[in-house]
């Protein structure tokens, strides 16, 4: 590699890299443009991988469902994985270089890709979840934020707040709400149909992340790259968020192809129109990818122009240009999320504090380092790096690659700076966006010096091609073996152990579930109890709940949250904790009934409280304390139990809480 490769002409799009045989050098050059298919073809492709893959992913879950029902504490399920994924990665990359593979039709090359990646990301997720009906994380931490939505949107068809009644959503219900008709559809509730949704989610999103990068490289490229994507997701994980992952995984095709439009005049304008609808999908699921991807975008018209200008086109003709085409993508993205978004914007949400930002975690607080030469992964990113900032110029996976991390550390810059007023950018949240971005590069690093070792030693072709295939699976394989017992095994851990709404666990089978204290276990009888004083319609009640693992099972509305950086920035979630201090100052029975109908909230229908040693029943507030790296404390409020003696309260204790209904 003796000389840069040149940059290549207007009007190319979507190269890939390859050497040309009459160098012996392995000079780099670019290859034949590959051809942008029509809108209509575009459309038609990734209508295909999505119904696909949905078809596939949802067989074999019901397949693997039917497998003998194992105990939790085995390793037969990822023991089965290891051979599958072995063969399923052998397949992806050994098939590459077999001449009959190649020599096939495009429909079965595309099937085999699409339904490939689609079983390997189904089936990734499905063997190690075989005992349990939880997805990664089970009921823990922010899955019962998650499982919560969900029940939310399977119980209606509209866009509604999943804790409080009246209210319109603050957080994206894109992905939610056709999860509450998958649940519909299938006849489940939402908090059981998040796992299954949850895997097609992942298997969709590698099949269409395949169909994207096919837009941008030759077909063989494509493959590596989408395989590279999932596997990386897998690491890190990003599949442990299933609504943020499908942005993230196609974030960089998106963008070369937005790039190739923003550059040349002479490209199809229909590339604006999809980076316009995946900025659309961004504010309907991951709003801060949102924000993200538009920088991105901007950034790149940016370069762009300053390339042009470079070149000597005249700035106000390519500035009116430029600002067209972005105006474009902007406008599709505008009416995209006005579908979720208008209700809260237009409801008073315009300016209210966001208190989801003001949290800074240790991830947050550093530059991430994913390059760091510690592993196959760190080697992968940091190779990719390198070839980000030398291959720039010439190839333009490259220089998106290049902007989109030079944007990853703006972000982290920017959510520093944001600690002046009091609040962050959230940048840990784009840790996943820069390891997917660099891994990719370091597939597209190997390919290049592939090409390049095939140039120079033409008369080894045969032993190269082998032995760079051999350590492609090697790897492939090594990072899903390592995905699944290291960074998806603590969410594996706890959807195996996490309790069911009945009080047992898929690990408590064998053993006596009393003699254990989690507070789950109470779940199913504190259910049942409210079902009995209260209206038997979850719809129908509002709840004050101490215990907060019973509320991801039933869709009740909530009087208040127990995680202020989750709630509602219109709930007045300080004003609602006041009231509850004023109910429990309360000096009888009649006047705390009083105080809790003539608020200026809904009166809670049923509340949940702890019971103390000494009888007094408690509720714990909780309040944000940022920016100590504890992002919530809570205080104790106090009720005496005197003050729920009458005709107007209906108590029950059960274990360690008591259940009173609001008559």
């Known amino acids: 590699m003796t000389q840069p490769e040149p940059a290549p002409e207007s009007g190319t799009s979507n190269a890939d890299t390859r050497v040309t045989g009459e160098d012996p050098r392995g000079r780099w050059s ?168 949850s895997i097609t989610t992942i298997a969709v999103v590698a099949a269409v992340t395949f169909v994207l990068w096919r837009f941008v490289v030759r077909q063989r490229m494509a493959v590596l790259a989408s395989l590279g994507t999932l596997l990386m997701g897998l690491y890190v994980p990003g599949v442990g968020e299933p609504y943020a992952w499908p942005t993230t995984a196609w974030l960089l095709p998106v963008l070369v192809l937005t790039w190739n439009s923003l550059r040349d005049r002479e490209t199809p304008r229909w590339p604006l129109l999809l980076s316009g609808v995946y900025l659309g999908v961004c504010a309907m699921t991951y709003t801060l990818h949102l924000a993200f991807g538009a920088m991105v975008v901007v950034l790149l018209a940016i370069v762009a122009g300053v390339r042009e200008v470079r070149a000597g086109a005249a700035r106000g003709d390519l500035i009116r240009g430029l600002v067209g085409r972005v105006g474009l993508v902007a406008v599709v993205a505008a009416v995209l999320m006005l579908v979720v978004w208008a209700p809260y914007l237009f409801g008073g949400g315009l300016g209210a504090e966001n208190v989801a930002a003001r949290y800074l975690p240790e991830t947050s607080a550093y530059f991430p380092m994913p390059f760091k030469p510690d592993g196959p992964v760190g080697l992968l990113c940091l190779a990719g790096l390198a070839w980000a900032v030398v291959r720039a110029r010439a190839h333009r996976v490259a220089l998106v690659v290049l902007v989109t991390t030079g944007a990853v550390y703006l972000w982290f810059v920017l959510s520093t700076s944001a600690l002046a007023f009091d609040t962050t950018l959230l940048a840990f949240r784009f840790n996943v966006t820069l390891n997917l971005a660099l891994a990719v590069a370091g597939v597209f690093a190997a390919v290049d010096v592939l090409n390049w070792a095939l140039g120079r030693w033409s008369e080894w072709r045969t032993q190269i091609t082998a032995v760079v295939a051999v350590v492609a699976i090697g790897l492939g394989v090594g990072v899903l073996q390592d995905s699944v017992r290291g960074p998806m095994s603590a969410g594996f851990e706890s959807a195996l152990s996490d309790y069911y709404p009945n009080g047992r666990t898929p690990e408590s089978r064998h053993h006596d579930p009393a003699e254990e204290t989690d507070e789950g276990i109470w779940s199913g009888k504190l259910l049942a109890t409210i079902d009995e004083l209260g209206t038997g319609t979850a719809e129908r009640e509002t709840v004050l709940s101490e215990q907060h693992h019973m509320l991801v099972f039933r869709p009740f509305w909530l009087f208040h949250d127990h995680r202020p950086h989750y709630t509602n920035p219109l709930s007045r979630h300080d004003e609602r904790a006041t009231e509850i201090d004023s109910w429990a100052a309360s000096n009888s029975s009649q006047e705390l009934y009083r105080r809790m109908h003539d608020g200026p909230f809904t009166a809670p229908t049923m509340m949940v409280l702890e019971k103390r040693e000494n009888g007094d029943y408690v509720y714990t507030v909780k309040y944000d304390t940022f920016p100590r790296r504890t992002a919530a404390l809570g205080r104790k409020v106090t009720f005496a139990p005197t003050l729920f003696d009458s005709p107007r309260f209906a108590k029950r204790d059960v274990g360690p809480y008591v259940v009173i209904a609001v008559r």
């Open 30 to 197: 670019q290859v034949p443009p590959v051809p942008l298919p029509g809108p209509g073809r575009a459309a038609v492709e990734l209508v295909t991988a999505i119904v696909g893959a949905t078809a596939i992913s949802m067989v074999l879950q019901l397949v693997v469902n039917r497998a003998p029902d194992l105990v939790p504490d085995t390793y037969v399920p990822n023991a089965a994985l290891s051979l599958i994924g072995a063969g399923l990665i052998a397949c992806l990359v050994g098939g590459l270089a077999v001449r009959r593979v190649a020599a096939a039709s495009w429909w079965v090359k595309f099937a085999g890709a699409t339904g490939g990646l689609a079983t390997l990301a189904t089936l990734t997720l499905a063997l190690p979840l075989l005992s349990t009906r939880y997805y990664l994380g089970g009921t823990t931490g922010d899955n019962e934020f998650r499982l919560r939505y969900m029940e939310r949107m399977a119980s209606g068809w509209g866009l509604a707040d999943f804790n409080y009644e009246g209210l319109p959503p603050f957080y994206p219900a894109g992905w939610f709400w056709l999860g509450g008709r998958f649940a519909n559809l299938v006849g489940l509730q939402g908090w059981e149909a998040y796992k299954p949704f």
